[in-house]
């Protein structure tokens, strides 16, 4: 099957966005403040953004306040006139979705679920608050799958009637960009994707290396 070019569509779409004019309003979800950090520098020129802080999947709950605290110190610091909604903490939903899957590693049908909710979750708010577009700073990640990412972008868009913001913000140096920044900015870097499996999976790796 031949690969779309995320990268290539969300491009066109700023061109096109530029030609008409138009600053149309962006429901971002943000799973943390480095993948943040380049996708609203890229995109803030073209939308009014409200981020959506929405990630029932971090544990323990310090490090889920501690990520939404970095997010926060990143947009007033970056000086950017963006809003944010963020839930307090509430891991349940997560764990219901992860019944089974637990021991699966990263990419597999656990983190599909995961993201798939959160894009569910950040689709319905689009909605609620009239936006013209919603999307993730997920696709930052090169360890994440792009492409799920945007095909579960577009159904989910097709259910709540929001138009999706088709992306790879890894695309023009993305995540290289976003490395530096999080060094400007002095950005928690965190060694783990989110959730205790993700964090279990990592510690093992650290051992393995020692
Ligand atoms: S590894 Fe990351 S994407 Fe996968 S389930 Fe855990 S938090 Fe979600």
Redo the contacts with the bound molecule.
């Keep these: 099957m031949q690969k779309v070019n995320y990268g290539r569509m969300l491009d066109d779409t700023l061109v096109q966005l530029k030609n008409e004019g138009r600053k149309p309003k962006l429901l971002l979800h943000a799973c943390c403040a480095p993948c943040s950090s380049h996708t609203l520098w890229y995109l803030n020129e073209y939308f009014n953004i409200t981020v959506y802080f929405f990630n029932p ?2 544990a323990p709950e310090e490090e889920y306040e501690y990520r939404k605290n970095e997010l926060k110190r990143l947009i007033k610091e970056m000086k950017l006139s963006v809003e944010m909604i963020d839930e307090d903490y509430d891991p349940a939903p ?1 764990y219901e979705l ?1 019944k089974g899957l637990e021991t699966l590693p ?2 597999g049908e ?2 599909r ?3 798939g909710y959160r894009l569910d979750k950040a689709g319905d708010m689009a909605k609620k608050l009239g936006a013209d577009y919603f999307t993730t700073t997920l696709t930052i990640s090169p360890h ?1 799958d792009c492409q799920f990412i945007n095909e579960y972008g577009a159904k989910v868009s097709e259910r709540c009637g929001v138009p999706y913001l088709f992306s790879d913000f890894k695309k023009h140096e993305g995540y290289k960009h976003s490395i530096e920044l999080s060094r400007q900015y002095s950005l928690y870097r965190q060694d783990y ?3 205790v ?2 964090k279990a999976a990592r510690q093992i790796q650290k051992e393995e290396k020692l």
Aim: glycine residues 6%; positive net charge.
């Design positions: 999947n971090i997560f992860s990263e990419r656990r983190c679920k995961c993201i994440k994707c989110g959730c499996y993700s």
